[in-house]
C-alpha cells in the first residue's frame, strides 16, 4: 500500500513539472529549464518529506507539497 501510494506521490509530482515545463518551454534555454526543473523536484521533494514527518501519507503529503508550491502558471 505504502509503495503505491509513494508511486502516486511521484505521478503527482511529475504532473506539476510537466505543467511548468510546457509553461517554460521556448522561455528558457533547455539547460537552464532542466536546471529549473530539477530545483523544483528537490524543493517539492523536501516540502513532501516534512509534511509525512507530520503524520501525512506520501501521496497526501505531495498533494500538500504541491498545493503550498502554488499553481503551475
Known sequence: ???HETKL???AREVFLDDIAS?????LSPLEAYESLEEMRI???A???AY????LGPY???NAAVAKF???E
Open 9 to 11: 506521490a511521484k505521478q
Open 43 to 45: 524543493h517539492l521533494d
Open 1 to 3: 500500500m505504502l509503495q
Open 52 to 55: 509525512e514527518e507530520l503524520g
Open 47 to 49: 516540502m513532501a518529506a
Open 23 to 27: 509553461q517554460i518551454h521556448g522561455r
Open 60 to 62: 497526501e503529503a505531495m
Open 70 to 72: 502554488g499553481p503551475a
